[in-house]
């Protein structure tokens, strides 16, 4: 090698000519690995004289005492989006109490996917809490081949297979919605988030629910996706006024985006909630500080990141069952609704 530098996973696909996922499969025993592939992977170990991290400190089955915190997103938003902060401060809380080191790991393109690769296939982490889930993501899939034990924040669809926390979702925009409609609203529109996400087709599905209870159809005109941000919440609520100017409510279904909503509504000069009444989700810091404070359904996001940092713990240590767990929510009121 030069420099006499120690060979990696990467180096060893690269001569084996696999992808890294290959060689982690191999590493780990894996059966999802074709006969051919296993023998070239194991010729270019023998080859270049592989040494994984794990094994080079005694067992393969070593723990390090760290987990990673698995975020998909950019720092950007990661600092700017309240529900990541908060999540951050329930994960760290909880395994404080078992003296586990935290990583966080942003994944924003194929060199740091590559990066998380490795760090699984060589076990220098002991499991991975995961954030931001999408219905095609296939960071979860590819952990669950490898054997690492995983936490998902929220889950792919409603058969998710791996552990699991999310909050009740579709049963908070329920709430929301039925409070806008006890206030007299009849044309109620909806913010989503990304619609290839569960956690914003759940708070749809609460929406049409509580819609479907009172024995009303609502208009698809009166559904525009965002995608949990301020700028996203602004463009929706223009596009859902030029569509229907006389809705006289919307349910977004993050703060953020509400916020978004609150300032397009006062550039149109609507009033709030004279004119349009608007409901957020998460009761997020932002909440008690938007001009009129924000009614909103609280999440309760710290427990969120606890609860999955001590089922992580459990699978890891005791070699626990996996858990799903939905977290209830919470309706509070203030005055833009």
């Known amino acids: 090698m030069p420099g006499n530098r120690r060979p990696t996973i990467k180096t060893v696909a690269a001569r084996a000519g696999v992808g890294r996922t290959t060689v982690s ?22 080859e270049l004289n592989y040494v994984p991290n794990s094994v080079a400190r005694g067992l393969v ?26 999540l951050i401060r329930g994960v760290s809380a909880a395994l404080a109490e078992s003296r586990t080191q935290l990583q966080l790991m942003l994944v924003r393109d194929q060199a740091e996917r590559d990066q998380l690769t490795e760090s699984v296939a060589t076990r220098r982490v002991d499991g991975v809490l995961l954030v931001s889930v999408h219905t095609d993501d296939r960071l979860p899939g590819m952990l669950e081949e490898l054997g690492l034990p995983t936490v998902l924040a929220g889950r792919r669809g409603a ?9 009740d979702n579709a049963g908070g925009a329920a709430a929301a919605v039925r ?18 996400m569960d956690v914003a087709r759940s708070r749809l599905a609460g929406w049409r629910a509580a819609h479907q209870e009172a024995g009303l159809s609502p208009s698809e005109l009166l559904i525009e996706e965002g995608d949990f941000t301020e700028e ?22 993050s703060d953020l985006m509400a916020v978004g909503a609150l300032a397009e509504l006062r550039r149109q000069k609507r009033r709030i909630p004279d004119d ?32 999955m940092a001590r089922i992580l713990t459990d699978i890891t240590l005791h070699d626990a ?3 799903h767990m939905t977290l209830p929510t919470e309706l509070v009121v203030r005055e833009s609704s």
């Open 25 to 46: 499969r191999v590493v780990n025993g894996s059966d999802l690995v074709s006969a051919d592939a296993r023998a070239r992977v194991l010729a270019a170990i023998k």
């Open 61 to 86: 089955t070593s723990r390090t005492n760290a987990v990673a915190l698995v975020i998909p997103e950019s720092e950007s938003r990661l600092g700017s989006e309240p529900f990541f902060a908060a």
């Open 159 to 167: 058969d998710e297979q791996l552990s699991y926390v999310e909050s």
């Open 179 to 196: 409070h806008l409609l006890g206030r007299g609203r009849t044309r109620i529109a909806t913010i989503t988030g990304p619609l290839d």
């Open 232 to 253: 996203s919440g602004g463009r929706a609520m223009r596009s859902l006024l030029e569509r229907i100017p006389d809705l006289d409510a919307v349910f977004a279904a």
């Open 276 to 307: 349009v009444a608007v409901v957020g989700f998460e009761d997020s810091i932002l909440a008690r500080h938007t001009n009129p404070p924000l009614t909103t359904v609280r999440q309760p996001v710290e427990e969120v990141g606890r609860t």
């Open 321 to 323: 069952d996996r858990q």
